[in-house]
């Protein structure tokens, strides 16, 4: 922008020297002097030939002049011949005035030309000065303004604004320099995206991961408390039998030689087991950051539901086998439904968990067929005869990281129902829950 004023000063500079130029040599231009001593020659030969009898007409052609007729006399007829600074003189052969002789020699002459070549320069002048005052307003709109707009958007561009467009002009010189630039903008714009989709699917595939490895971490918890509980009793059954032993009795059913564990195994076994569940406890915590974290950061969790058999979910049920007796009061109709198997895996097993925790009872699973307005469904009621959710807590339990009054001594992140009110949804599905004799959740998976 500085250089395009410094070319309007200089421009304007320019051509405020050459007006300069041309008044001062337009000073310098003289009128040609007359030769006083030719005309009046002239006008003493003009009244000799007169004299012996040449006609006005002959005059005027033979000697280069006008003769007006002095009885038509008048200054209107004078007045161009004045104008033009012509010289007029009395032709009065003898003393009687014949009229005014009239030499116009400036009319066509070097001066008039002179006077002619400085209008023309003049003009000339407005003209180069118009035209390139033009041809800046031209520049300027055509060039320089786009590359000022373009400074203006570059900088929204430095400050991470990529959706604004840049306002691309028709027949501007720089249209096709202004593309490019949007074209940069716009894969800057779909890299961002691009690179914010790899960490969104980074983040789900941490939580989806830190999440699904609780199920297994509870089995190996679950399992440890078993075989503290089974090892604690064989501890038992062998402090008793040797205590029998030392004192001699003969009605004791096993020696202290017979017992096929010794005590000394069992406890070593014992601390085994419990620093395998200290461990699986210190996982767990540690995956719950980690989950915690990622789904702060998640907007959405992608779901790809395609058409899989219903058998899969009834084997899924079948597979649980770590949160208690889970009975299932019939068969699921055989049919194709919409859903995303391993996010559908994921819904049953919170749910099936929370049972087990919370409730603790036995869990009845019930398969149907229902048709509503919104197509046809496979229905799954899942319920426990536990003391259910809190009225005032029932409306919040699918919110994001809400727990309970129950949940406040149980381990958890408030986000398992959330993830399955999420699942079911964009699965085609839905969910209802609520309390009868315990806690029910219902599930509608969309038939195809």
């Not at 008044?23 to 007169?50: C, H, P, T, W």
């Not at 010289?87 to 005014?100: H, Q, S």
């Not at 058409?307 to 649980?320: A, G, M, N, R, V």
Request: aromatic share 8%; charged share 25%; with cysteine.
């Amino acid at each position: 922008m500085k250089d395009f004023r410094k070319l309007i000063i200089v421009f304007a500079s320019l051509m405020a020297a050459a007006l300069i130029l041309l008044v001062i040599m337009s000073g310098r231009f003289k009128q040609k002097e007359r030769d006083i001593a030719f005309y009046n020659n002239e006008l003493i030969m003009m009244e000799d030939e007169y004299r012996q009898g040449a006609s006005v007409a002959e005059l005027e052609r033979a000697h280069g002049c006008k003769i007006i007729d002095a009885s038509s006399l008048s200054d209107s007829q004078l007045a161009p011949y004045y104008k033009s600074y012509a010289l007029i003189v009395d032709f009065a052969p003898d003393g009687e005035l014949i009229g005014k002789a009239v030499w116009d020699d400036y009319a066509g002459g070097d001066n008039n030309n002179e006077n002619r070549f400085l209008k023309s320069a003049l003009i000339f002048w407005s003209a180069v000065f118009l035209c390139g005052m033009m041809l800046i307003v031209v520049l300027y709109f055509r060039m320089v303004k786009p590359v000022k707009e373009l400074s203006i958007y570059s900088t929204e561009i430095a400050r991470g604004n990529l959706d604004v467009p840049l306002p691309i002009k028709r027949n501007s010189l720089s249209n096709d320099f202004m593309e490019s630039f949007d074209l940069m903008r716009e894969e800057l714009k779909a890299s961002r995206e691009r690179e914010a989709a790899v960490q969104k699917a980074k983040k789900e595939m941490v939580a989806d991961l830190s999440h699904d490895i609780k199920t297994p971490v509870a089995t190996i918890q679950a399992t440890c408390e078993v075989l503290e509980v089974k090892y604690g009793r064989r501890l038992d059954e062998a402090a008793g039998t040797q205590a029998a032993s030392n004192m001699g009795q003969e009605d004791a059913s096993q020696t202290a030689d017979e017992i096929t564990i010794s005590r000394k195994e069992i406890e070593d076994m014992l601390q085994k087991v419990g620093s395998i569940s200290a461990k699986a406890e210190t996982i767990n915590h540690i995956m719950g950051n980690v989950f915690q974290a990622s789904m702060n950061e998640l907007e959405r969790i992608e779901v790809n539901p395609v058409e899989e058999s219903t058998e899969l979910i009834e084997q899924y049920f079948l597979s649980l086998k770590n949160y208690g007796r889970i009975i299932l009061d019939n068969s699921i109709p055989r049919c194709l439904v919409y859903m995303d198997k391993f996010r559908m895996e994921q819904v049953i097993d919170n749910i099936i968990g929370n049972s087990h925790k919370y409730a603790g009872t036995d869990i009845h699973v019930v398969f149907d067929e229902v048709t509503n307005p919104g197509g046809t469904f496979i229905k799954i009621r899942i319920s426990d005869n536990g003391p259910g959710v809190d009225e005032d807590d029932l409306p919040l339990i699918t919110e994001k990281y809400y727990r309970g009054k129950l949940a406040k001594d149980q381990s958890g992140y408030g986000i398992g129902m959330h993830l399955v009110k999420s699942y079911m949804e964009k699965q085609g599905g839905g969910i209802e829950y609520y309390n009868d004799n315990g806690f029910v959740v219902e599930l509608l998976v969309k038939k195809v």
